[in-house]
């Protein structure tokens, strides 16, 4: 079936460093990617999203990149802040009548004072 | 608070026993998906209801079923439990099929196995 794996599934950074985590996914027909953050104890909350007629995304401190041909997606986050910490989810998904998010096992950011 | 309601908010119950997980969407939201999030897991994709109808299935199990109702909340039924069936369950809405729009989450369901 189509998947999305992500990587990497613990990353440590001092903080004010940049963080970099990578999803690739198989489904050549997924078009919406979005990147869920989940703070301990609470739900998931959209962060940022990537559709595929555009490369690149930005948002103050974080933003997405889009390889359509090599079918993968990156969430970039600098300077960052204890904030930050977090598990961070990648997803794939395509518009249609059986529409489902393919999620990413999930990255935990830990930012390092 | 993302509009989106749960209850319970927790649930404790024994094996073999069966419980269910209720679901308020966001006022509007057609669209209801439920998920299963095990300990330091990433989130499994159980269901997904639209307007009343099953739309898409993921990994769930025939012990565990779901529906939407008229007024657009949604239940997931849970039966013959066990001990591996504990973990946070949690709903998401959107305002349609989910076509390149976002989820909004529940604070979800913790359950416990025992």
């Known amino acids: 079936g189509e998947n999305v794996e992500q990587h990497p599934s613990t990353l440590s950074v001092q903080e004010g460093d940049s963080a970099v985590i990578k999803c690739t996914y198989s489904?050549?027909?997924?078009?919406?990617f979005p990147w869920y953050k989940q703070e301990l104890g609470k739900r998931p909350q959209l962060i940022i999203d990537?559709?595929?007629n555009v490369g690149e995304k930005k948002d103050q401190r974080i933003a997405v990149t889009l390889n359509k041909t090599a079918k993968h997606f990156s969430l970039h986050i600098t300077e960052t802040q204890p904030e930050d910490s977090a598990v961070y989810f990648c997803?794939?998904?395509?518009?249609?009548?059986?529409?489902?998010?393919?999620w990413g096992a999930g990255t935990k950011l830990i930012i390092k004072p | 608070d993302s509009g989106v309601t749960q209850t319970p908010k927790h649930l404790i119950t024994a094996t073999g026993q069966r419980v269910t997980l209720r679901c308020s969407p966001r006022?509007?939201?057609?669209?209801v998906y439920w998920y299963q999030q095990s300990l330091d897991q990433g989130l499994q994709f159980l269901i997904q209801?639209?307007?009343?109808?099953?739309?898409a299935k993921g990994n769930i199990l025939e012990r565990f079923s779901a529906q939407q109702f008229p007024d657009l909340h949604s239940e997931l039924n849970l039966s013959s439990l066990e001990l591996g069936d504990s973990a946070l369950y949690f709903c998401?809405?959107?305002?349609?099929?989910?076509?390149?729009?976002?989820?909004?989450f529940g604070q979800g369901t913790r359950l416990t196995v025992v």
């Open positions: 998401a809405s959107s305002v349609d099929l989910g076509r390149n729009t976002e989820a909004f």
């Open positions: 006022s509007g939201d057609l669209s």
């Open positions: 209801y639209y307007n009343g109808e099953e739309r």
């Open positions: 489904d050549s027909a997924s078009n919406y």
């Open positions: 990537i559709r595929s």
């Open positions: 997803a794939a998904g395509r518009g249609d009548s059986n529409y489902q998010l393919i």
